[in-house]
């Protein structure tokens, strides 16, 4: 009896090894044909589910792929360790182009990859990963795209797939929807790292979710485009140039923000539509919030703030609108250990009209009170009774002109000395002193503005205040 040749996958219709047909796990030769016929010689029908095996290598392509999911309920591409599919297609082409034909009545199939990564491992940048039409409930598991132009396309209703532990590295756009109709789609403990653009673009989407994950893009321009998504639990760092967040309309905001190295974000949260809910947590940035004239309705909430470098600021720009702002949490030194309690110790009263002013008038106005310099240099201040080692200050101020900038003095420093928004623009003011063997002994709260003169204005309002290592009095 003749024999049978031997191969990777001996039964029909359930997988597809690429070794059957040639296919090169050295990226030395070009594999497209070969994972092509691969593809092809799968069960055009909803007999169940097929799959493509990619035994762990380096697969180079030189033309795309193409899946066509006409008449075919799933199809997988996976591999049980992992697999690279060196993309190094025509510039601006995808490597895998997952379609229904022309003309056919789409059904909107499931297209999954587990353990592939989708890369230009020369890492030009220039040829893109992998673009979808309406797949529908597809999950992409453990699966990376490195140093392309656009990693993830998805268009013509891709909704409800999910991407779970997946890596975007080093690519100019990580996810997109070029025609913005991509929706419910969530993104599980998923990363970004070292984007040249924007790391997830949810334009005119709705209803997708980014749940854990970390974006840590270091670029120029936004990380997140924002709308109609939610946004949980999920760590941004290394910005240093652009926004994080660009805020469109109707989210659901939570994250940490974190800088490194002078790293910082300018701003965090750039704001520019409406009906938002934003919960801003971590450690400093250059800028939390800045609103844009379209900004209205949004809710902003700050803190806790931790490991914030002394004499610094939390400016919250932009005009009024509806836009609601609350700041809270611990404000520390990074030169300190962890302070745990909240900014709830009132050391100073309230009433802003009974500290010691200097050049100026100060006018309770409801929640707020009016600064207005006389002459000279404008302040308040309020002496503490008692020995610290460390003061915090956190208050919001609005300019009222060109000079009513003020800053905050505990003591010794300042914060917010520097280059201010216009007038009628708000910001959150932050200070933090830490005295450490040498506490201060009767410290003195001042709230100067930096301009002088008669007519040197600002509001101020939530003023709050809290120490640590106060001795009895």
């Not at 003749?2 to 001996?10: C, E, S």
Request: a negative charge.
């Amino acid at each position: 009896m003749a024999l049978t040749k031997a191969t990777y996958a001996m039964i029909n219709g359930i997988s597809a090894n690429v070794l059957d047909f040639g296919a090169d796990p050295t990226g030395a030769a070009d594999s497209a044909a070969a994972i092509q016929a691969a593809i092809d010689s799968l069960p055009n029908s909803y007999s169940g589910a097929t799959g493509i095996f990619f035994p762990a290598g380096i697969y180079k392509i030189l033309t795309s792929l193409t899946v066509d999911l006409t008449n075919t309920s799933s199809l997988t591409l996976y591999s049980d360790t992992k697999a690279t599919i060196n993309v190094q297609t025509t510039a601006g082409t995808y490597g895998i182009e997952v379609d229904y034909s022309t003309g056919a009545t789409a059904n909107f199939p499931t297209f999954n990859m587990t353990g592939i990564a989708l890369s230009d491992i020369t890492a030009a940048a220039t040829r893109n990963g992998i673009r979808t039409r309406r797949v529908l409930g597809s999950k992409f598991t453990q699966c990376e795209f490195n140093y392309l132009d656009v990693a993830v396309n998805m268009t013509d209703d891709s909704n409800l797939n999910t991407f779970d532990t997946c890596m975007w590295r080093s690519n100019i756009n990580g996810w997109l929807s070029a025609d913005g109709i991509a929706n419910a789609n969530v993104f599980l403990n998923c990363q970004w790292r070292y984007h040249g653009g924007t790391a997830v673009d949810f334009t005119n989407t709705g209803g997708n979710q980014i749940i854990g994950g970390d974006f840590e893009p270091d670029n120029a321009n936004p990380v997140l485009i924002a709308s109609n998504c939610s946004v949980q639990n999920t760590r941004f760092e290394r910005n240093v140039q652009g926004e994080i967040i660009r805020v469109l309309s109707d989210c659901d905001i939570e994250f940490d923000c974190h800088s490194d190295g002078g790293r910082q974000a300018l701003p965090a949260v750039n704001l520019v539509g409406k009906n938002n809910k934003i919960f801003i947590k971590g450690t400093s940035a250059a800028q939390f919030v800045e609103y844009q004239s379209t900004a209205s309705n949004n809710q902003i909430q700050i803190g806790p703030v931790l490991a914030m470098v002394a004499d610094t600021s939390i400016p919250v720009t932009g005009p009024d609108n509806g836009n609601v702002i609350a700041t809270f949490g611990s404000l520390q030194s990074n030169t300190t250990g962890a302070i745990v309690e909240t900014l709830q110790d009132v050391l100073a009263p309230a009433d802003l009209t009974t500290w010691t002013a200097t050049n100026c008038t100060v006018t309770n106005t409801g929640e707020e009170y009016e600064i207005v310099g006389t002459g000279g240099t404008a302040s308040i201040s309020y002496t503490l009774t008692g020995t610290y080692s460390g003061l915090r200050m956190l208050l919001t101020t609005e300019p009222q002109n060109a000079g009513g900038q003020p800053l905050i003095s505990l003591g010794a420093g300042s914060a917010g000395a520097s280059t201010w928004p216009s007038p009628g623009l708000r910001r959150v003011l932050a200070a933090q002193f830490d005295y450490g063997v040498n506490p201060i002994v009767n410290p003195v709260i001042s709230i100067t503005l930096v301009g002088t003169g008669v007519g040197a204005a600002c509001k101020v309002w939530n003023v709050r205040t809290a120490a640590d290592g106060k001795t009895p009095d």
